[in-house]
T-cell receptor
Framework: NAGVTQTPKFQVLKTGQSMTLQCAQD?????MYWYRQDPGMGLRLIYY???????DKGEVPNGYNVSRLNKREFSLRLESAAPSQTSVYFC?????????????FGQGTRLTVV | AQSVTQLDSQVPVFEEAPVELRCNYS??????LFWYVQYPNQGLQLLLK??????LVKGINGFEAEFNKSQTSFHLRKPSVHISDTAEYFC???????????FGQGTRLTINP
């Protein structure tokens, strides 16, 4: 029972490099999310997708793009990485609408930008 | 807009002592409330949730939380902690039907032997 799977688990980038974080869920959830976690700031929403084909900005979208490839997959892209994007990134998924209660999280991607 | 405040960034306690982790939220509408736990180098795992009904909610690993609407609080408690409870705990809120789950800043619980 995989749940939410993120790849890679760790990544080191140089400033200006690009990369895509991958996320897939096998729970048939409509909604998917990308959060970043920084010390003392909890989790902050970057982007979310309420359903296949839709995406919306969250609290801290600058410097990121997302793609909801299909119902299972939701990727996060950093076009030109900056040291301020050093963080732990979490993907999550949940049911839609009134059935949307808790979110289920992946194991995280620890990204360091040097 | 909804917000969540976790009043303590760190809570050190001795093993087998009781613990309370405090969470206050601000919202003008009814809310769903959650506590998540994050063990070192892992993702977030749901401890418990309040959707409606009884204000005392029991979760996994012996934790419980009480929803207090008048004080807009959802404090997490455990009567006797174990070393394995060492983790970071996050309180979160969502309005029914809304997409966004808003998190507090987290409380790091450290258990001393």
């Amino acid at each position: 029972n995989a749940g939410v799977t993120q790849t890679p688990k760790f990544q080191v980038l140089k400033t200006g490099q690009s990369m895509t974080l991958q996320c897939a869920q096998d729970m048939n959830h409509n909604s998917m999310y990308w959060y970043r976690q920084d010390p003392g700031m909890g989790l902050r929403l970057i982007y979310y997708s309420a359903s296949e084909g839709t995406t919306d900005k969250g609290e801290v979208p600058n410097g990121y793009n997302v793609s909801r490839l299909n119902k299972r997959e939701f990727s996060l892209r950093l076009e030109s990485a900056a040291p301020s994007q050093t963080s732990v990134y979490f993907c999550a998924s949940s049911e839609a609408g009134q059935r949307n209660t808790e979110a289920f999280f992946g194991q995280g991607t620890r990204l360091t930008v040097v | 807009a909804q917000s969540v405040t976790q009043l303590d960034s760190q809570v050190p306690v001795f093993e087998e002592a009781p613990v309370e982790l405090r969470c206050n939220y601000s919202s003008s509408v009814s809310v769903y409330l959650f506590w998540y736990v994050q063990y070192p180098n892992q993702g977030l795992q749901l401890l418990l949730k309040y959707l409606s009904g009884s204000t005392l909610v029991k979760g996994i690993n012996g934790f419980e939380a009480e929803f207090n609407k008048s004080q807009t609080s959802f404090h997490l408690r455990k009567p006797s902690v174990h070393i394995s409870d060492t983790a970071e705990y996050f309180c979160a809120v969502r309005a029914p039907g809304a997409q966004k789950l808003v998190f507090g800043q987290g409380t790091r619980l450290t258990i001393n032997p």
